[in-house]
């Protein structure tokens, strides 16, 4: 067995003793390794987590990357306006949620986030990650691409890392249910100026996002030609 | 030496004072070890349900807490147990910190920081190692530092903890503390 599926197999089996969740189904990821590798040039890079606090994740983003997480669960915003019917206010709430300066944070993980907005609440968010994020900074989305089944429960996915590859699938109650799924156009319009970078349709009909920011173009002084 | 965090927890779903945290019985301990066990126990403080301190705490041994506490938190070698019963408002600085309670603050430990299930903490975490249990809530940023690398504030404020030979958890001179009467 090569020395890297045994290390695979050690951390996917420690996810699951963890939280005693071993039941929840892992699926493979393709753009998680790219996310990481995209911030592992930096030093110590801020990395902003939109989904719930997930404590192995904390702990892998740290030990592989050595970063600073700083986590806004999302999910508790969206069930608490609608609980309270406060909707509509929602995308004047995501104007103001992040006290984040503008291009301070280096990588941004949204996971399946954006399923669960509709249009109105995900122009404003997508606008507040786009200023957050540094030049050159990565951002992680999934999409799903078909309908939900009729009759599901409403349920949010907490997303745990197993390894580079593998996540693990965890369902916990949600308040609302997940939007119509995005076009691939909706998608790439929404975040502009970023660009797509990876892109990956999974057999489980999940869309993989990976989205870069420009970097700072290059100084426009004059450079003195070398002799 | 995590043992000893596993002593401490007991004493948290009960009454909070020092004649109970001498009477738990470690969790997972042989009974080959009760001695050694015990004598640890004797070593850790309680700060009970009812107690309200507001101001600065420093100490040299470990320390848990089922009460209120506000202003900042300073055990330099030791671990901090925030009861299920604690509530903190306080910066806070251990070598080991374990949240069952609530803390509303910044956290920073030069070796742990775990958030036992139905623990919160609203607030930074600086520390090498940080665990979060699935069901505990944190709002604010995790720092986990390379190895080597020393928490800043906590270091500085090392020359301010009393010395280790008095063995009690000491109070500063502005800490207005108050044993009210339960409820």
Known sequence: MALSDLFSRRRKEHAESEAGASDAPVHPTKVLARFIAGLSARAQPVLLDLGPVVGSN???????LG???IVEDLSKDIDRHVRDGLLDQFPAFLMKRFPQESGSIDGILCWDLFDYLDKKSAKPLADQLVRMLRPDGVLLAFFRTSEPPPGLKPEYTRHVVVDKLNLQHRPYPAACSKQ???????IQRLFEPLRIVEQFLLKTNLREVLFRKAPEPASTAPVSPSV | MWKRDEAVKPTSGLPATPATAASTQPVNGPAA???DARRIERDIVNIGKSVVIKGELNGS?????????????????????????GKIKAQVFAKAVIVLGEVNGNVTASEKVDIRDGGSVDGDIISPRVA????????GSVDMQRKGAQPGQGQQKASSSPPPEKAQTSMAASTQATAAAAH
Request: aromatic fraction near 6%; proline fraction near 8%; hydrophobic fraction near 35%.
């Open chain 2, 61 to 85: 041994e470990d320390l848990t807490i089922e009460g209120h506490v506000e202003g900042r938190i300073e055990l330099k070698d030791h671990v901090l147990t925030i009861g299920p019963n």
């Open chain 2, 132 to 139: 979060i249990a699935e069901g505990a809530h944190f709002r």
């Open chain 1, 180 to 186: 119509r799924p995005l076009p691939n156009r909706d």
């Open chain 1, 58 to 64: 904390v702990s892998f983003f740290g030990e592989e």
């Open chain 2, 33 to 35: 070890v009760q001695p």
């Open chain 1, 67 to 69: 970063c600073k997480i």
